[in-house]
């Protein structure tokens, strides 16, 4: 399995941004799509997580009602769509899958894309 992960970029306090994250290889692996994020200095943490077939999806409660991830089944795609973007989201995005569906943290994902910055300035 590999993941692309794209859109990142810089934009101000308050702009929306989405990000995209093209899986190719089996799906099988693929029962859950996630979103992760390390900010400089940071560990990494997660941000959302979506299960590929379902679309039921999970939030980190500092993303909540600002970000929406979603997936295109066809495309084995997922995307995070951010809104009201802040400063302490400045980071290091990194989209992954794996098999299990473990909140809140979603420890043991599989596969990890290259990260794509996000950086939000004032």
């Known amino acids: 399995v590999q993941l692309q992960a794209s859109g990142g970029g810089l934009v101000q306090a308050g702009d929306s941004l989405r990000l995209s994250c093209a899986a190719s290889g089996s799906s099988g692996s693929m029962y859950v799509m996630a979103w992760f994020r390390q900010a400089p200095g940071k560990e990494r943490e997660f941000v959302a997580a979506?299960?590929?077939?379902?679309?039921?999806?999970y939030y980190a409660d500092s993303v909540k009602d600002r970000f929406t991830i979603s997936r295109d089944v066809a495309k084995n795609t997922v995307y995070l769509q951010m809104t009201n973007l802040k400063l302490e989201d400045t980071a290091n995005y990194y989209c992954?899958?794996?098999?299990?569906?473990?909140?809140?943290?979603?420890?043991?994902?599989?596969?990890w894309g290259e990260g794509t910055l996000v950086t939000v300035s004032s």
């Open positions: 992954a899958t794996g098999s299990s569906w473990s909140p809140p943290r979603f420890y043991g994902m599989g596969y």
């Open positions: 979506v299960r590929r077939i379902s679309g039921t999806t």
